[in-house]
């Protein structure tokens, strides 16, 4: 109640000068300490207790003993000029654009956690700036401070300064090594002909009259007109006994050479077999009568169940024996071509030596009764499976990359071969005569695969492209080449014969059609081993379902057909495993060669 009566009282005032201010009591009471009373406030006329708290700012405290210590005004000034330190955490000014944006000096460390963000790097030190300077304006100043002893400080605006000898500077009227005056260079020219002429007069001092007579070297040096002069006309009487070394060394190495061309190696071969022939007259090399497909359907092979081993070099190819694979013909690369049993004993059976250098390829006849192997040596030889005898030897000069008898029955006769020197080479083997001779690649050719019934022939070679022709007729009916293709040192022919794989030297396998326009399947790609730089074999499983090869890191990989996806691979080789070949009657056993010089038979 007394509230009450205090608000009348106070709102019943007629001085507006007491309403507006707060009374003194009030003012005094808010001036004592929290908690005592005034002694004005027992009155009923005053207001009631009030409260005094203590001031607080939400602003952080700052140190002020450096900005004391300091000279007024300095701080800022300090501050808008220095660059802006990049570990700190907090700035107490607020820094302009320039001091934001301003370059770190020196080299930023690459793992710093201070360092330039890694999109802003330009260098694995941090971010290079272009120079002021262009090069031309930096090779004129280095240049003309090493002439003249002077140059443009490159730290002074607009290039006004300059740092060196300034009277060199007063006496060149400032000029570079680039924009000398007519005069200067006039004096220059006078400077090195005083030169030469002080340099001829010593030289005449010291020879005297040798200099004027024509008979004397040191007459034709001074009088010299062209390249040669300086050595005198006509033949030279003797050989220096360093030159008559130097002849006799040259005349033994030639004559060697020329003995080792002529030297021709012997063609023989070692049967390694109990018995050429059986009780019953059979020869080795007849098939087993019970050799028979049981099954279509092929598998991938598990393990390794066999090895062949007795070549000495690298292994360079191998074929199984037509339709039956009871036999195994292989290419070294130690010159020889050995022959292994398949099905009984696994050893080597006969042993054909005839190459002089590593042979190259090697290919059967339909029967299987002869085979023919090409080799570095630049022959390419028909031999007599059975007996081990040479039938004939081909030869053009040129090494014999890939040789291949023609399918068909009646041309047994015909031997085609891809030579080094660009050239497919057709043999009538009755006659030993060249019948034709197909000529148009780039580069030395690597492949020959029969297609269409035998009517046609598809080619790859050096030059990353592949040719189709019609045989007989060395004309190219089909040219296939991209500026994506690589070279394809392999290529198989599917067994339905519509299909051609071919191993390409980017890493993949590659499909294309035999039909008319032999067109790239391009839904059909194999890849995930590594061939780049090997002629890794591809080959087929009989049925189609398969497609193998072999990579330069020793593997066989197995693709399914359909899915082209990766269905095995097999460790084989410590070196590269070269080739591959599926048997033509086991369904799931497989023959693989390396550089290692092994044979290895999967099942």
Known sequence: MDLLQNYQDDSGDSNPELRNHPPLED?????????????????????????????????????????????????KKNNYNKPIDPTQHSVTFNPSYDQLWAPLYGPAHPYAKDGIAQGMRNHKLGFVEDSAIEPFMFDEQYNTFHRYGYAADPSASLG?????????????????????????HKKQKLEKKMLQKDENEEEEKEHGEEVDNPSTEEWLKKNRISPWAGKKEGLQTELTEEQKKYAQEHAEKKGDREKGEKVEIVDKTTFHGKEERDYQGRSWIDPPKDAKATNDHCYIPKRWVHTWSGHTKGVSAIRFFPKYGHLLLSAGMDTKVKIWDVFNSGKCMRTYMGHSKAVRDISFSNDGSRFLSAGYDRNIKLWDTETGKVISTFSTGKIPYVVKLHPDEDKQNVLLAGMSDKKIVQWDMNSGEITQEYDQHLGAVNTITFVDNNRRFVTSSDDKSLRVWEFGIPVVIKYISEPHMHSMPSISLHPNTNWLAAQSLDNQILIYSTRERFQLNKKKRFAGHIAAGYACQVNFSPDGRFVMSGDGEGRCWFWDWKTCKVFRTLKCHDNVCIGCEWHPLEQSKVATCGWDGMIKYWD
């Not at 060199?168 to 200067?184: F, H, I, M, Q, T």
């Open 27 to 75: 003012a005094t009471a808010t001036s004592a300490p929290a908690g005592v009373e005034n002694e004005s406030s027992s009155s009923p006329d005053s207001s009631p207790l009030r409260l005094a708290l203590p001031a607080k700012s939400c602003a952080p405290e700052v140190d002020e003993t450096l900005m004391a210590l300091g000279v007024p005004g300095s701080e």
């Open 160 to 184: 006004s300064h300059i740092v060196g000898d300034l009277e060199s500077l007063k006496r060149n009227d400032g000029a570079s090594v680039y924009n000398l005056p007519k005069r200067e």
